[in-house]
Structures are given as C-alpha cells and as structure tokens.
C-alpha cells in the first residue's frame, strides 16, 4: 500500500500530466477556433486594411498633387508619398501580431503548457526550487504568448472606436480630395481654369496654388495625426498590455518574467555541479 505521502505525490504527477494531455490535445485545437482568437484575428485584418487604403490614398493624391502644372505643390507631394514608410512599418507590426495569434496560442498550449507540466514533475521528483522557479516562468511566457496580443486588440476596439472613425473619415477625405483634382484635370467646362473648377468641386474659394496647397496641407495635417493614432493603436497598445499584464502578474502573483541575471545564472550553475566550489582540488595540489 502507497503512503499518504507517495499518493499525495502521484495525484500531483499525474494532474500534471492531464493538463499537459488537455492543452496539447484539446485547448490547442479549440481555442483558435474560438470567437476570442477569431475576432482579433479580424480586428488585425481590418486594421491591415485599413494602412492598405490609407497607403494607396495617400500615393494617389501624392500623383494627382505631382501632375498639377506648377511646382509648387511638389513638397506636398513628397510628405504624401513620405508618409508609406510608416504604412510599411505598422504592416509589419500588424503580420507580426498576427503571427502571435495563430501560431504563438498554438505554441504555447502544445509546447510550453507541456513543457511547463513537465518540469513541474521533474520539481515533484527532485524538490529542487530552480525546476519549480522554471515551470512557473514556462506558464507565464505561455500565457503571455497567448493572450497579450488578442487581449490588446479587444481592448483597441473597445477604447479606440471613436479614433478609428477619425481614421476612416481621413481616408474618405484624402481620397475624395484626389478624385476632385482628377476631375477638375480631366474635364469640366473649357473656359475654366483649373482653380474655378477646383473651386466648383470644393466648394471652397480656390483662386491660386496657395489655396489649394493650404487645402492639402489640412489634409496632411489629418493624415499625420491618423499615422499616429495607428502606430498607438497597432504598435504600442500590444506593448502596453503586456507591461499591464507583467505588473500585474508582479503585484498578484510575485512572479518577474525576465530572465534570471548573470548572478543568478552562476548560483543555478554552481547548484547543478555536484562539487562546491570548496570541495574543489586546486591545480598542482593534493587532496586533504
């Protein structure tokens, strides 16, 4: 007959080794499947395109600004076309996020809840507290992988609705801006200039360049402020979430995520050596 103790020890092994087999088998194939994972996923896709149009409207004014028959506009032009470098840059961020969501859950639920499961029955075993100090930190990189990114973007959409109609409303303009100045090129009455026809579209007393430059000029204006809210919204709410998540886990749990310092790397290096360092022979010397 097992001890109270052995049997204690063998529930503990093998729940260990149930939620190892329900997150390798079960959690990894449901969870994706889930609304949660599937509606961030659909949140990074609408925000991909979304840095999509605003990229192509922001090219096809910067073309249509460039054709005008004077030079004067050409800076203009310039910070429109400009502006792609940081479509480009959160694009990535965004085929990063979505990355995480789909194969960072599925890793973290086969690899590191396992692993995580494994060590904490190697712990079990052997009682040594840098195993325990593993298995911990294994299950909060786990849970971290899984959830700071779909958690940050339900938290966009629910705080950032109204920023995200400012962004929309941008792009409408920019591209309703370049479709009136293709317009007033392409067509309309001969005996106009293309500032009273620009003026007709607009509804805007446009006589010169300088109007339709100050014009453009508003609309850049919009534009960079809707670069930033992206980069807030797509770039750093994930990050924020993630020190939230990190203090949190801090304050509540007294867990750290980062990894050990050089200190505590020589002290679990001096533990998995069998010999103390003062059991050890010096060169040239004899044994006590």
């Excluded at 479509?87 to 085929?95: D, E, R």
């Excluded at 850049?220 to 203090?247: E, G, Y």
């Excluded at 749990?253 to 050990?260: D, G, K, R, S």
């Amino acid at each position: 007959m097992l001890s109270a103790k052995h049997a204690a020890l063998a529930i503990k092994i093998l729940s260990l080794f149930l939620i190892a087999a329900l997150s390798f088998f079960v959690t990894t194939a449901k969870l994706p499947e889930s609304s949660f994972v599937k509606d961030s996923l659909e949140s990074v896709e609408d925000s991909s395109d979304t840095v999509m149009k605003f990229s192509a409207a922001t090219l096809s004014a910067s073309l249509a600004i460039s054709a005008l028959p004077d030079d004067f506009a050409t800076p203009l032009a310039d910070s429109l076309a400009d502006m792609n470098i940081y479509f480009v840059a959160i694009l990535v961020v965004l085929f990063l996020e979505k990355i995480l969501i789909w194969y960072g859950i599925k890793a973290a639920f086969a690899i590191l809840i396992p692993l995580a499961c494994f060590v904490g029955v190697l712990f079990i075993v052997t009682k040594r507290n840098l195993l325990k100090s593993l298995a911990v930190r294994l299950c909060v990189l786990a849970l971290a992988v899984a959830f700071v990114v779909p958690c940050s973007t339900h938290i966009t959409s629910i705080v950032a609705s109204d920023l995200t109609a400012y962004v929309n409303d941008t792009i409408k303009e920019t591209e309703g801006g370049t479709g009136k100045l293709h317009e007033a090129m392409v067509g309309g009455a001969e005996d106009k200039t293309i500032f009273e026809k620009l003026s007709d579209l607009f509804q805007a007393a446009i006589r010169d360049v300088s109007d339709l430059m100050l014009h453009f000029q508003n609309t850049i204006r919009k534009c960079m402020n809707s670069i930033a809210i992206l980069i807030l919204t797509n770039c750093l709410m994930p990050l924020l979430t993630f020190f939230v998540l990190k203090w949190i886990l801090r304050e509540l749990f007294q867990i750290v995520v980062p990894m050990p310092s050089m200190r505590e790397r020589r002290d679990i290096a001096s533990e998995l050596d069998p010999r103390s360092d003062s059991e050890l022979v010096p060169a040239g010397g004899k044994q006590p």
